[in-house]
């Protein structure tokens, strides 16, 4: 049997570590591309805070492949971005690494739930973006930390807001795409 096919809606480990494997090295390289063009455009690193490109790697991982692949591909991708890059910077690391595992896992917990893909997509955004919150706020408040602060928290959602329409038009039609050669 292929592993790659799936029986009674299960994945095989091989092909939940390959798909977390691609993840993180899509998690990698597309923000790369991004900070690339914005280096030839002047816009710098902002393109990365505009479009999330990290972040669609990895909550189409989960959907694609579970809750296990989606969470592992998001907590490590941010690290491994770092090592490799330095990007994320090292104050946002933690909370990047909070944030890009539940869009994982929430996507991966939504797999197979009888939902329109978009609706999943947006229910994943949303919990990466509260449980960062919480990160946020417990550091803030609880470490007293000057890494962040909660005004982040705020401009981030608008600034963010082009990232979010590029995943709510992309991941579905990924999604589609990969499940009609599944069958």
């Not at 092909?15 to 993180?24: E, K, P, R, W």
């Not at 449980?131 to 600034?159: D, M, N, W």
């Amino acid at each position: 049997m292929n592993t790659l096919v799936l029986k009674n809606n299960k994945i095989s480990i091989s092909t939940q570590a390959f798909a977390t494997l691609m993840a993180i090295v899509g998690a990698i390289a597309v923000p790369q591309l991004f900070h690339l063009i914005g280096r030839f455009t002047g816009l710098g690193t902002s393109l990365g805070g505009a479009f999330l490109p990290m972040h669609l790697p990895i909550i189409l991982v989960g959907l694609l492949a579970g809750p296990y692949a989606g969470a592992i591909a998001g907590v490590l991708s941010p690290l491994v971005s770092y090592l490799l890059t330095g990007m994320p910077y090292v104050g946002s690391l933690p909370f990047m690494m909070v944030e890009v595992c539940f869009y994982g896992l929430s996507a991966g917990l939504l797999r197979t739930a009888k939902a329109p893909v978009i609706g999943k997509v947006v229910i994943s955004q949303v919990a990466g973006r509260v449980f960062r919150a919480v990160a946020v706020i417990i550091a803030v408040y609880g470490f007293s930390s000057q890494a962040t602060s909660l005004a982040s928290l705020v401009k981030s959602i608008p600034e963010g807001i082009m990232g979010l329409a590029l995943q709510w038009l992309t991941l579905p039609l990924i999604v589609k795409y990969v499940e009609s050669r599944r069958k």
